[in-house]
Structures are given as C-alpha cells and as structure tokens.
C-alpha cells in the first residue's frame, strides 16, 4: 500500500497538470468552434442578401418588362383609334404609365436593398456573438484550467505549508489581508 500512495503522490502533480491542460485546450477547442459556427452563421446571411438582391432585380426587370408591354398595348389602341400618341392627353396617359413602372421597380429594388442590409446586420451579429462565445470559451478554460492548477498545488504543498494543512502562500496572504481589515 505504501508503494501505491508513494505513487499517487509523484504522479499527482503531472495529473494535475494534465487537468490543468485539458481544460484550457477545451477553452481553445470551445472558442474555435464558436469562431466556425459564427462565420458559418455569417455567410448564410450574407448568401441571404445577395440572393434578397437578385431576386429584387428580376423582380424589378419583370415589373419594367410588365410596363412597357401596357404601353405598347396603350400606343396601338391609341394607333388603331387614329390618335396621334405623340401630343395631348395620349402622350400624357404613355407618360404616366411609364413613370408608374420606373416607380414600381424602384419600390422592388428598395425592398430587396432592405431585405439584404437587413441580413448583413443579421451576419454583423453573428459574428459578433460568436466572437464573444470565443472568447468566453476561452477565458473560461483558462481560469479553470489555472484554478485546477492552484487548488492542486495549495493541496500539495506546492506553494508553501504542509500538503492538506490549509497553510499555504495563499492561505498566509489572505490572513494578513483580513488583519488589515480588522478580521482574524
């Protein structure tokens, strides 16, 4: 039994120290996926807006297309009817019909420009919350991984006092901190 505790107690500061380890390269592997599940997040928005645009853009070429086609219909009735389409109320009705169609496939345009500025947002976000889910991973297998490392060590003996007494360097240094605000 002595043999075994004797080993336990050399083996104890490496396993530590592999504890230590493997909780700050889980922080890495955590922040690394949370970078790639973001930028995956991004790129779908961003693969959102430009298909928002295009969409928008035959949208508007279907509604000019629509447009000239009633114009064209408009200046044949007013042709068939002897009207000359080039003065007077004709080329008023010609005029206005042309406008209605600049206006409607500027409207398209604009709902498709706001439906991908609204995915770019959407992409800006996720690259956001996914850098702050990197970094959070990050420093959280950091610190566990230091505070596995210091717990360990005060058990040991490691930095000062008897292994298991409690009396530690930190241990000392909390009591004179606690002298100072009139404690113990």
């Known amino acids: 039994m002595a043999g075994v505790s004797a080993l336990v107690a050399a083996a104890a500061p490496y396993l530590l120290g592999a504890s230590a380890g493997l909780q700050v ?3 890495i592997t955590g922040a690394s996926e949370a970078r ?5 997040q991004a790129r779908a928005y961003e693969q ?3 298909t928002a645009l295009a969409q928008a853009k035959n949208k508007a070429a279907q509604e000019r297309d629509k447009y000239n086609r009633l114009a064209a219909s408009q200046r ?3 042709g068939a009817s002897g009207v ?3 003065v007077g109320s004709p080329l008023d009705v010609l005029a206005d019909t042309d406008a209605e169609g600049a206006v409607s ?11 991908a500025w609204n995915a770019r947002q959407k992409a800006a976000l996720a690259k956001s919350e996914a850098k702050s889910r990197a970094s959070s991973s990050l420093w959280g297998g950091i610190m566990g ?3 596995t490392g210091l717990m360990g060590a005060g058990q040991l003996g490691i930095l000062g006092g008897a292994p298991g007494s409690g009396s530690s ?3 000392k240094a909390s009591q004179g901190a606690l002298k100072v605000f009139g404690g113990k």
């Open 25 to 27: 390269l889980g922080g």
């Open 36 to 40: 790639s599940a973001g930028q995956a």
């Open 48 to 50: 959102q807006a430009q």
């Open 76 to 78: 044949a009735q007013f």
């Open 84 to 86: 000359d389409v080039n």
């Open 105 to 115: 496939a500027m409207q398209l345009l604009y709902s498709g420009e706001l439906e």
């Open 145 to 147: 991984g230091l505070s």
């Open 169 to 171: 360097l930190f241990s």
